[in-house]
T-cell receptor, first 113, second 109 residues
Framework: EAEVAQSPRYKITEKSQAVAFWCDPI?????LYWYRQILGQGPELLVQFQDESVVDDSQLPKDRFSAERLKGVDSTLKIQPAELGDSAMYLCASSLVRDALPFFGPGTRLTVL | GQSLEQPSEVTAVEGAIVQINCTYQ??????LSWYQQHDGGAPTFLSY????GLEETGRFSSFLSRSDSYGYLLLQELQMKDSASYFCASINQGGKLIFGQGTELSVKP
């Protein structure tokens, strides 16, 4: 069964360091999402791609976060520098078309010390 | 603003029935979905309602009333493994999924 892949699954870093997360969506899925989930809250959309183009990054803290999907397939989310408040689960999801329900990957749990 | 409201926690006993309500206020609304999340895991899809009415999938059912901006998830024959967080999420124009804050369900023996 096709799945969304994410790595690493866990990351511990110190504040002010740079971190990067990788996502490989289900093959053929044009839409890719990055969500952030703080403990005890619901996931919040950070960025949405349609193929290689950013469709929505209104909630992405652009001073420290960046996301790219250069060839319209896999994607990387970067944080530089990391802050204590960035500790959260980072979830990647993909959908076949823009208005379809997305499938979620297993997530990357980030701890910033 | 866009928001979904659901109770923060619910407790029930094994074998019982529990209903988790969700009210929403979003623009470009297409439908309401429900996700289950166990501690440390990713959200897993449970159910989706695009039209008014009841959708049944095994022990889980979901209901939507567009006129009331309201939906619920019904869990029957509760089992211990159903203890988890449950999120309602609206899917909106452009494919944007907006989540509620989650309801923590505790199933007691």
């Amino acid at each position: 069964e096709a799945e969304v892949a994410q790595s690493p699954r866990y990351k511990i870093t110190e504040k002010s360091q740079a971190v990067a997360f990788w996502c490989d969506p289900i093959s053929g899925h044009a839409t890719l999402y990055w969500y952030r989930q703080i403990l005890g809250q619901g996931p919040e959309l950070l960025v949405q791609f349609q193929d290689e183009s950013v469709v929505d990054d209104s909630q992405l803290p652009k001073d420290r976060f960046s996301a790219e999907r250069l060839k319209g397939v896999d994607s990387t989310l970067k944080i530089q520098p990391a802050e204590l408040g960035d500790s959260a689960m980072y979830l990647c999801a993909s959908s076949l078309v823009r208005d379809a329900l997305p499938f979620f990957g297993p997530g990357t749990r980030l701890t910033v010390l | 603003g866009q928001s979904l409201e659901q109770p923060s926690e619910v407790t029930a006993v094994e074998g019982a029935i529990v209903q988790i309500n969700c009210t929403y206020q979003t623009s470009g609304f297409y439908g309401l979905s429900w996700y289950q999340q166990h501690d440390g895991g990713a959200p897993t899809f449970l159910s989706y309602n695009a039209l008014d009415g009841l959708e049944e999938t095994g022990r889980f059912s979901s209901f939507l009333s567009r006129s009331d901006s309201y939906g619920y998830l019904l869990l029957q024959e509760l089992q211990m493994k159903d203890s988890a967080s449950y999120f309602c999420a609206s899917i909106n124009q452009g494919g944007k999924l907006i989540f509620g804050q989650g309801t923590e369900l505790s199933v007691k023996p």
